[in-house]
């Protein structure tokens, strides 16, 4: 198993975790939902997004 470490602002990755449990979606859809608005992209986000789309392809390799 590989594992993954983020180094992500705290109180930001709180923001979105939060954001994503009021707008009951998870966190990678309220990452894409930032991204694609109006807000400005930042370099935490679409990291953030890049890790949680690998993870997602890696673990549906291992259900295969």
């Known amino acids: ?28 859809e309220e990452c894409r939902r930032r991204l694609e608005g109006q807000e400005q992209r930042s370099p935490y986000l679409l990291a953030l997004v890049a890790e949680l789309r690998a993870d ?6 291992r259900v295969g």
């Open 1 to 28: 198993m590989t594992r993954v470490v983020l180094d992500i602002d705290t109180q930001l990755y709180r923001m979105l975790k939060t954001a994503a449990e009021a707008h009951r979606i998870s966190l990678e």
């Open 56 to 61: 997602d392809e890696q673990r549906r390799a």
